[in-house]
């Protein structure tokens, strides 16, 4: 691929996905290329399995198309970015039906999270980002030393060109349309690759996304690791990535060949602390509906518990009662569970249910990809399932003795992306947040933290790197272009002139001491100060002179 930027337009060839690994031609210009449906990561069809998307092969064209558009300035016009935005508002509106038969299709999610975790989500980052966009594009005014007073020292908001953002499957739409809108809304260019694995959405990605937005900025390209990994071949301005820790690494090593600046919102394991002081009903029902919603695959599940051997079996009996009254007795035929995404991500599953010991659940049925939730006791720190993410309806229980203990656990492994902590003592609350490193903190409550748009969302470690949501993400999009500006004035020169040649100890300590560091006032507006004392000082001057002036004029 080419560095450089392109001169000229090209018109874009399309390439469709197939079901095996071969290329051929099209018939119009265009090549198919095939892919193998079940690699690693590939969703087997689904029962109601989309027509694949189409996907632009030419990587080239498409970057150069957009590497055009950013050139040509109009996306750091910020009326055009709001149109964008407004439209892609416009969009959710408009297909909020056809939104939730994908995500219904491909995790079998119901209505009522499929609005509160997408629909409504995505509406309100939007609507949070246009009753904002104007104050956030303005250039901030840092504090000014006594040596630039006189000068114009800011920040200002530099998009950083065509970026890319790689969305992950778990949450199809949410993942790559929330940090895309904080892209549009920098001034960027914004290529959108969703995952191939929740194809339902993908399809609805590729089609109807492009009718909203102009399609020279923001293209979609469609495909599986491999189209990835070419993808990834290119030279970008920003890479923003969700997904496994494990892909994670490869596009940091892909980042790095040109030094691309990344964002990584990665997944690994978020424990629960729960301590005796808590209302348990409560702290069960906010642990199990973070488990359990999108059917566990939710990048800050609750992982595992971290209690004591009595908190244990208080938690299993209260839970046993939430679940019979949530799902009924019969969990596989309630409505508001989801799937598992595919085979692989089952068998994975059913894998991690051999650790330890079956408290509560344990059934599971292939043909439907259904794993009733499940809670396991008895499990060891070294167990898969202790391990590694379990990304699905499995939630093991962890003894030990004492808070201090759960502390030390903690920190003997990875930086989670969130901990949460359930007690009714603040100092023990306070006691996890200054004592253990992760992404988020959450108290007496799970999830809910994602939905705060005030407050950065973002992994730390293994967990990620980088943050977004609300103004945080219009930042992870925007170059803090640090700017000064002086001007040529006789006054400002003669101030300065001490820096030039040929030095003095004289020179040396005049500049010592303008660039000496004082310690900052409060905001007292020195700058207006100063101008209001010149001006008082001019009108004096002018007043004495007139005097002076009446004087002799009385005196001739
Ligand atoms: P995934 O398989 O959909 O992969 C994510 C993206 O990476 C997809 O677009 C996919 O095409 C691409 N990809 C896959 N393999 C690749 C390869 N070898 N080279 C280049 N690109 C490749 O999603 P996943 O990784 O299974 O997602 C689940 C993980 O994501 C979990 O670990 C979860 O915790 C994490 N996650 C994190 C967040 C967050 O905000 N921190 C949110 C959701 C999911």
Redesign the pocket.
């Known amino acids: 691929m080419s560095d450089n930027y392109p001169q000229q337009t090209q018109s874009i060839p399309i390439i469709y996905v197939s079901d095996k690994n071969t290329k051929q031609d099209a018939g119009d210009g265009t090549t198919v290329i095939n892919i193998e449906a079940e690699s690693?990561?590939a969703a087997p069809a689904p029962a109601t399995a989309p027509a694949q998307p189409d996907i632009m092969a030419n990587f080239d064209d498409t970057l150069q198309r957009a590497r055009l558009a950013f050139a040509s300035g109009k996306t750091r016009n910020v009326s055009f970015r709001r149109k964008q935005l407004e439209n892609l508002l416009r969009c959710y509106e408009e297909h909020e039906n056809e939104i939730i038969s994908a995500l219904e299709a491909d995790l079998r999610r119901p209505k009522q999270e499929s609005l509160i975790v997408e629909t409504e989500f995505m509406k309100n980052d939007i609507k949070h980002i246009l009753y904002h966009l104007n104050d956030w594009v303005k250039p901030e005014k840092p504090d000014k030393s006594f040596v630039n007073m006189l000068d114009d020292v800011h920040i200002y908001n530099d998009p950083f060109g065509v970026v890319l953002v790689?969305?992950?499957?778990?949450?199809?739409l949410q993942?790559l349309l929330v940090p895309v809108a904080a892209a549009i809304a920098a001034g960027n260019c914004v290529v959108l690759?969703?995952?191939?694995?929740?194809g339902n959405c993908a399809k609805f990605i590729a089609e109807t996304i492009p009718k909203y937005l102009d399609n020279d900025c923001y293209p979609v390209v469609c495909?599986?690791?491999?189209?990835?990994?070419d993808?990834?071949n290119q030279r970008f301005d920003y890479i923003f990535?969700?997904?496994?820790?494990?892909?994670?690494k490869?596009?940091h090593a892909?980042a790095n060949k040109n030094l691309t600046p990344t964002t990584?919102?990665?997944?690994?394991k978020s424990p629960c602390y729960i301590d005796k002081s808590v209302e348990l009903r409560t702290a069960v029902k906010r642990i199990l509906w973070g488990k359990l919603i999108n059917c566990g695959?939710?990048?800050?599940a609750p992982d595992y518990i971290l209690c004591s051997k009595e908190m244990e079996q208080k938690f299993i009996a209260e839970a046993r009662e939430v679940l019979k009254e949530w799902y009924g007795d019969n969990i596989q035929s309630s409505p508001d569970l989801s799937r598992v995404i595919n085979q692989n991500?089952f068998q994975r599953l059913l894998g991690l249910m051999k650790s330890g010991r079956v408290a509560v659940g344990g059934k599971y049925d292939a043909s439907e990809r259904f794993i009733e939730p499940t809670i396991l006791v008895d499990v060891k720190p070294d167990d898969p399932i202790m391990e590694e993410?379990i990304?699905g309806p499995i939630l093991p229980i962890y003894t030990v003795e004492n808070a201090y203990d759960a502390i030390k656990f903690i920190n003997a492994r990875e930086k989670p992306?969130v901990l949460y902590v359930f007690s009714n003592s603040s100092k023990l609350i306070k006691e996890f947040k200054n004592n253990t490193t992760s992404?988020g903190f959450c108290s007496n409550e799970t999830i809910m933290h994602v939905g705060v748009d005030t407050l950065p969302?973002?992994?730390v470690g293994m967990?990620?790197m980088g943050s977004y949501h609300g103004k945080y993400g219009f930042d992870t999009f925007t170059h803090k272009k640090s700017c000064l500006g002086k001007n040529l004035a006789m006054l400002g020169e003669k101030m300065a002139s001490a820096r030039y040649p040929p030095y003095s100890d004289r020179k040396s300590s005049l500049l010592s001491f303008l660039l000496r560091k004082r310690r900052p006032l409060p905001n007292l507006y020195l700058s207006h100060i100063f101008a209001a004392g010149l001006g008082i000082g001019l009108t004096f001057l002018m007043n004495y002179y007139l005097q002076v002036r009446k004087g002799k004029l009385l005196s001739r």
């Open positions: 690693e990561n790689i969305g992950a499957w778990n949450y199809p993942l690759k969703p995952s191939e694995i929740a495909g599986g690791p491999s189209e990835t990994a993808l990834l990535y969700t997904g496994s820790t494990r892909v994670g490869i596009v892909a990584l919102e990665l997944g690994g695959q939710t990048c800050i991500n993410e990304f992306l992404g969302f973002g992994g967990s990620g």
